[in-house]
């Protein structure tokens, strides 16, 4: 079973609904230490873990939009991106793979899915929450064009208004 989640593309991406077919690489992606020590719940996850999440909490929030990202010219799987709309705002999350970080595809993926949602959900605000340790998320959302709006113990919340 899948989400019916629009399909996005840019310059060098292509942006897809998850399925139950992506938990391998996500989970993957998910239990890498260095991925997981910036997480609001830090530890490593299973396949089961994963999976019960999907069936029974993605497929049912129609507020949730998780995309697996894939580079064009590869066709590789490099990571999964989401969206999560509360009325007006929407918070964008990411997660890409150890060896397709700094390259910009983040930096491409997340300015498609905030266009998406702003013309699609008519959303206005945009936030982030960032560990505080996590430089490299800080510096994509200040290059996306956020600014740090709170902080709250190791989390920052940074947010972008249209």
């Known amino acids: 079973m899948a989400k019916n989640v629009a399909e996005l593309e840019s310059e060098r991406l292509i942006l ?13 992606w998910r ?14 996850i299973t396949m089961d873990e994963h999976l019960s999440w999907y069936r029974n909490n ?3 929030n129609n507020n949730r939009f998780d995309w697996i990202c894939v580079d ?18 929407a918070e964008v999350n990411y997660l890409l793979a150890p ?8 930096l491409e ?13 008519h959303i206005k605000r945009v936030v982030a ?14 290059r996306t064009g956020f600014t740090l709006e709170s902080e709250s113990g190791d989390f920052l919340l940074y947010s972008s208004e249209e």
């Open 72 to 89: 064009k010219s590869s066709g590789r799987k490099i990571g999964v991106f989401g969206a999560v709309r509360d009325g007006n705002t």
């Open 31 to 44: 239990s890498d230490p260095e991925a997981y020590k910036f997480f609001r719940s830090p530890h490593r």
């Open 129 to 142: 929450e960032i560990h505080r340790d996590n430089a490299p998320s800080i510096a994509l959302a200040e």
């Open 58 to 60: 993605y497929l049912s």
């Open 109 to 121: 993926a997340v300015r498609r899915i905030i266009e998406y949602v702003r013309s699609e959900f």
């Open 99 to 106: 060896y397709a970080q700094h390259k910009g595809y983040a």
């Open 16 to 28: 897809r609904g998850i399925t139950e077919d992506d938990a391998p690489e996500i989970v993957e």
